[in-house]
C-alpha cells in the first residue's frame, strides 16, 4: 500500500494533479474486511492528505461507530484521489484515469464488502464489476454480490449516501443511517 500510495503521489494523469495541495491515497487496515469509497477530496483532505477529515468525516465517524466499528476498523478512501476544483464532481476522464489506482488497492486489501458512498462513487464500483446502475435511489442500502475478475473472489457491494448530504440537506440524515444500519446487518450476517 505504501508503494501504491507513492505512484498516486506522483500521478499527473489527468488536470487535477495540477491543482491538488496532495493526493489523499486512502487509510485503513491492510487487508481490510470493509472498504468505504467516496467520490472524491474535499479542502481539508487535499490540505491534510488524510481521507473525510471534514464535517463529512465527523459524520462518517458518527455512523461506523452506530454498527461497533471506528475508522481503524474500515479502509477510507475515494475514487478520485485529487481534489477536484472547488469540489465539482469529478469529470468521467478524471474517474477514468484513477480507477487503475482504486482497483489495485481492492486487488490488495482484499475487502469482503465494499461500500461506495454517493452517486458518483456507486456508478463508478457498479460499472467496474458490470453490474446495471439504473439510478442511485433504485440501489442504495442493497448488497449486491459480485466476484472479483481475476482471482473469482467474492465481495458485496453496498452503496449508502454519502456523509455530506446531511450538510446540504439535513432531512436526509434518516435515510443515510438506515443506510448504516443496514450495513450493519450485512455485516453481521457475513460472521
Known amino acids: 500500500?505504501?508503494?501504491?500510495?507513492?505512484?498516486?503521489?506522483?500521478?499527473?494523469?489527468?488536470?487535477?494533479a495540477l491543482s491538488r495541495t496532495r493526493t489523499v491515497p486512502g487509510e485503513?487496515?491492510?487487508?481490510c474486511r470493509v472498504m468505504l469509497i467516496g467520490e472524491g477530496p474535499g479542502k481539508k483532505e487535499d490540505e491534510s492528505g488524510r481521507p473525510f477529515v471534514g464535517?463529512?468525516?465527523a459524520i462518517l465517524s458518527d455512523l461506523l461507530a452506530r454498527?461497533?466499528?471506528s475508522r481503524e476498523d474500515v479502509f477510507i478512501t475515494s475514487v478520485v484521489k485529487c481534489r477536484p476544483?472547488?469540489?465539482?464532481?469529478?469529470?468521467?476522464?478524471?474517474?477514468?484515469?484513477?480507477?487503475?489506482f482504486l482497483d489495485r488497492?481492492?486487488?490488495?486489501?482484499?475487502?469482503a464488502v465494499l461500500v461506495p458512498m454517493g452517486r458518483v462513487a456507486t456508478?463508478?464500483?457498479?460499472?467496474?464489476?458490470?453490474?446495471?446502475?439504473p439510478s442511485f435511489r433504485e440501489v442504495r442500502g442493497r448488497s449486491v454480490l459480485v466476484s472479483e475478475m481475476e482471482t473469482g473472489r467474492e465481495m458485496r457491494i453496498v452503496p449508502v449516501y454519502h456523509p455530506a448530504v446531511i450538510t446540504h440537506n439535513p432531512p436526509a440524515r434518516a435515510a443515510l443511517e438506515e443506510d448504516f444500519m443496514r450495513l450493519g446487518e450485512i455485516l453481521a450476517d457475513l460472521h
Open 55 to 57: 464535517r463529512a468525516g
Open 85 to 100: 476544483p472547488a469540489n465539482r464532481t469529478p469529470g468521467k476522464g478524471e474517474i477514468a484515469a484513477c480507477m487503475p
Open 1 to 16: 500500500m505504501e508503494a501504491l500510495a507513492g505512484q498516486i503521489g506522483s500521478c499527473r494523469k489527468c488536470a487535477l
Open 105 to 111: 488497492q481492492i486487488a490488495v486489501l482484499s475487502p
Open 67 to 69: 454498527i461497533g466499528l
Open 123 to 133: 456508478s463508478a464500483i457498479f460499472s467496474r464489476y458490470g453490474v446495471s446502475f
Open 28 to 31: 485503513g487496515p491492510a487487508p
